[in-house]
């Protein structure tokens, strides 16, 4: 008998010109991997072997073989490219065929250059995962199957694909509403102080929980939210002026996510282990990661929350440099919350301070393409090319930071009472109204003041008359406004202030905020 992981199939990518890891299970004593015309034997050790196969360039399609004594499995139509793991929640998660002109794409789609593994979305370990991992596999990109791909993720491997010239991999390993600390370890949220609220309360819910009495609720949870959604999506497809107040009294209260517990796809850690470690360490050239929506109620602490899962992340594939590419979240707020929300502004500098000071990080910045009401804004196509611009400048080296990047707040100075700002790649920067709007001023109140902006060459210029003596200056520090400041690539200038010590804090909140 040999068992490998399902995400050892047919079609499968694997990482060019690195180790390649493959692993499982068997009852003989040795197992030998053949890769083309390299074999690699190695022991088998309490019933558990890991191969790793000799680097190998960008190629295929080969012939894998895994042998022991008596068993022989074969792989065919194995690639040899560039893989990546894309990880997040529903921005990650939005199909190709929901995103804006998906439909048109997936009818029309053929690339022989990618290919996808989805990771199978169960949330705890146990029979419902390992039936779904025995019929899961590579997909080849026709329309029936990329249709339900990640589109951030396709049209990033489509674009890296184009310009590097293999096949590219993508490993989708996300799943909507998630923290995250659902895809971190138990030992990284109790190890430190500032995260490990999650886990505590986690535990303060679950203690003396019954797990019979759990199971049930879960599964009346489970009958339950597919009649409701069912419903809701008929009456939103069908009503000439649908609201959700509406849809509740039509239809009953919404008991998503459902109840927490060891099923509930947002505990923290679940599906760190019910999906992560299902494809950990397959080999892999990094990650994309859009996520940071689901932690907005604790955005004082969001730069630690992701800098651990990073370290975690590396930690398992054993790789400390494993390069990670990340969203910055675009501009965004429900109808209802008021236009001075401030929660995700703290949520895009935790990850542009993320991408500052953790090494081997990418960012792209994607302010402008939210859509005010719709936490799911559709135009994914723009946000994986510039996902792969990012690879392409911090991996690859196909292109220049000026090509990667918008202007990137650098340093201010005061010029009696202007608070002039410098950029990074500024370049071509350029207003797309007539005027520039979005920056504010704050004295040593800390008190901050609308200001007038104006662009002069490759600097701004900031004053306010309510503003003698300018302190602190900060622009796009809200949850949502009309994106307007571009540089000559049409990337927009990413969102900052000039100090956290600025007295700013967080406002609005869907569940009440925690510090």
Not at 28 to 34: I, R
Not at 79 to 94: C, K
Not at 329 to 336: A, C, H, I, K, V
Not at 480 to 485: D, G, Q, S
Request: net charge negative; aromatic share 12%; hydrophobic share 35%.
């Amino acid at each position: 008998m040999i068992q490998l992981p399902s995400i050892f199939s047919n079609h499968m990518v694997m990482q060019r010109n690195k180790n390649i890891a493959v692993w499982g299970e068997s009852d003989g004593s040795e197992v030998a991997v053949t890769l083309d015309e390299t074999t690699v034997t190695v022991p088998v050790q309490n019933g558990s072997f890991e191969v790793l196969l000799p680097p190998r360039p960008a190629g295929g399609p080969y012939v894998m073989k895994v042998s022991s004594e008596e068993t022989e499995l074969c792989f065919e139509d194995v690639m040899i490219g560039e893989v990546w793991l894309a990880g997040g929640q529903s921005n990650m998660e939005l199909e190709l065929q929901n995103s804006k002109n998906g439909a048109e794409v997936v009818k029309n789609i053929h690339n022989d250059k990618v290919r996808y593994y989805y990771t199978p979305k169960v949330s705890w370990v146990g029979d419902e995962l390992y039936e779904a991992e025995r019929i899961s596999g590579w997909d080849l990109c026709t329309s029936d199957k990329a249709a339900r791909w990640s589109a951030v993720a396709y049209y990033f491997a489509e674009q890296l694909s184009g310009e590097l010239g293999v096949t590219v991999g993508i490993i989708g390993c996300n799943w909507g509403g998630t923290s995250a600390s659902c895809w971190v370890s138990r030992e990284t949220l109790e190890g430190i102080q500032e995260i490990r609220k999650y886990i505590t309360d986690y535990d303060d819910i679950v203690a003396g929980q019954d797990l019979q009495e759990y199971i049930k609720e879960w599964e009346d949870y489970l009958v339950y939210q597919a009649e409701f959604d069912k419903n809701v999506g008929h009456y939103y497809e069908t009503a000439e002026n649908p609201s959700w107040d509406e849809a509740l009294e039509l239809y009953g209260e919404n008991k998503y996510p459902g109840p927490m517990g060891p099923r509930s796809f947002t505990r923290p850690c679940g599906l760190y282990e019910s999906m992560l470690q299902r494809v950990c360490p397959y080999t892999l050239a990094g990650f994309l990661y859009y996520q940071g929506e689901e932690d907005d109620h604790r955005p004082y602490s969001y730069y630690t929350l992701l800098s651990a899962l990073i370290r975690r992340w590396r930690g398992d594939w054993k790789d400390d440099s494993l390069p990670f590419m990340l969203v910055q979240l675009p501009m965004f707020r429900n109808g209802e919350d008021e236009p001075d929300y401030q929660n995700w502004s703290f949520v895009r500098e935790a990850q542009m301070r993320v991408y500052q000071t953790v090494k081997n990080t990418g960012i792209a910045v994607i302010l402008d393409k939210g859509e005010f009401g719709n936490i799911h804004p559709t135009e994914k196509d723009i946000v994986g090319q510039r996902l792969a611009l990012q690879a392409l400048h911090h991996v690859y080296g196909k292109c220049s930071e000026e090509e990667a990047f918008g202007p990137v707040y650098q340093s201010y100075r005061i010029e009696g009472d202007d608070m002039i700002f410098s950029f990074r790649n500024a370049q071509g920067m350029h207003c797309t109204e007539d005027i520039l709007e979005g920056f504010e001023l704050a004295g040593r109140d800390k008190v901050y003041h609308t200001a007038n902006a104006v662009l002069q060459g490759e600097e701004i210029v900031v004053t306010c008359d309510a503003v003698e003596e300018p302190v602190y200056g900060r622009f796009c520090w809200t949850n949502y406004r009309p994106v307007t400041l571009f540089g000559a690539n049409g990337i927009p200038v990413a969102p900052f202030r000039t100090s956290r010590e600025d007295g700013a804090f967080a406002t609005g909140s869907r569940n009440g905020w925690e510090y």
